[in-house]
């Protein structure tokens, strides 16, 4: 976690109590409950201590690889402004894998198991992405930004993103063109077919477009997983893929198949029985085809 996301926190809970209290008996909207709301928070706690171990091996490769540099980028206005749209292309990479292997999928799927969309769930952060995360961000100390000028715009990235995690903010024009919104954000979290596996933007939804990931917002939200969890624990929900990943290491019976239930897509396995979000999507666009009306009888 970067430095300046600390000077935000205030602000997160603020607003987060402000939300709460916005929503209590708001039957339109998801709302807040209480086992959910204290997952999230202890999730949150999680990730800010796990982080701050991290370092004691991530710094490190953060600087040897800044030693590799092909340029030395010094610090000015110009290269923030390059570094700031670098930095939204890698997380994009960074957040579009962690949704299409299994292995940074373990590490992500906690931020997508609530079935409530609020500020808290901004706050539900991973335990071990940390750890399997950071090397997405390296290319950008290998090409010559300081690692104290990745950190920072990292930062910036979080606390953007923090905002989006409302279902109080509705569509907000022309700046959705460009920009990540609550809209497009709750889209991200949506477990409908055509939502699964969508607009991966951190501050910049342009990616989306460009790379073919973008869905707008149309049907109501069904917010969670494809099988959502039951147990509240902020233990089982950060590890709980992990275990799975586990048993099924010790099920597989080749190689093949081990290689392929840690790092093919969530789903996928060996028989063919099952469904990863590609999958899913494909048959619900299947489904639409056969229900609509030819263009002769419409």
């Known amino acids: 976690m970067s430095p300046i996301v600390f ?3 205030p602000i997160f809970l603020l607003t987060l109590v402000l939300e709460m209290l916005r ?9 807040y409950e209480r086992d959910d709301t204290w997952a999230s928070l202890a999730l949150g706690v999680a990730n800010v201590v796990v982080t701050a171990a991290a370092r004691a091996f991530t710094v490190p490769i ?12 010094e610090a000015s206005l110009g290269a923030f ?8 292309f890698c997380y994009y990479w960074f957040h ?6 299994r292995f940074f999928w373990a590490a992500h799927v906690n931020h997508h198991s609530s079935v409530h969309f609020n500020f808290s769930t901004a706050l539900r952060q991973s335990v071990t992405t940390p750890i399997t995360g950071f090397a997405f961000w390296l290319p950008l100390a ?3 930004f300081a690692p104290e000028m990745i950190a920072f715009a990292q930062g910036i990235s979080l606390i953007y993103q923090y905002w989006l995690h409302t279902e109080l903010i509705d569509r907000i024009g022309p700046f959705e063109g460009v920009f990540n919104t609550p809209s497009h954000h709750r889209v991200h979290h949506g477990r409908n077919p055509q939502y699964l596996d969508r607009n991966y933007a951190g501050i910049l939804i342009i990616w989306d477009k460009l790379f073919g990931t973008f869905e707008p917002e149309a049907e109501r939200v069904d917010y969670g997983l494809t099988k959502n969890l039951v147990n509240h624990s902020w233990w089982w929900i950060a590890f ?3 275990v799975g990943i586990g048993a099924d290491l010790w099920a597989a019976t080749s190689w093949r198949e081990r290689l392929g239930v840690v790092f093919r897509a969530p789903g996928w396995r060996a028989d063919g029985t099952g469904r990863t979000a590609s999958d899913l999507r494909a048959e619900y666009e299947a489904a639409l085809a056969a229900n609509a009306p030819s263009a002769q009888g419409a």
């Open 7 to 9: 000077y935000a926190v």
């Open 23 to 31: 929503l209590r008996g708001k039957s339109e909207f998801v709302g």
């Open 62 to 73: 953060w600087y040897f690889a800044s030693s590799l540099a092909l340029f030395e980028i």
């Open 81 to 88: 402004v390059l570094l700031f749209f670098a930095e939204d």
């Open 96 to 101: 579009r894998v962690s949704h299409e292997s």
């Open 142 to 144: 290998l090409i010559g």
């Open 240 to 242: 709980h893929e992990w």
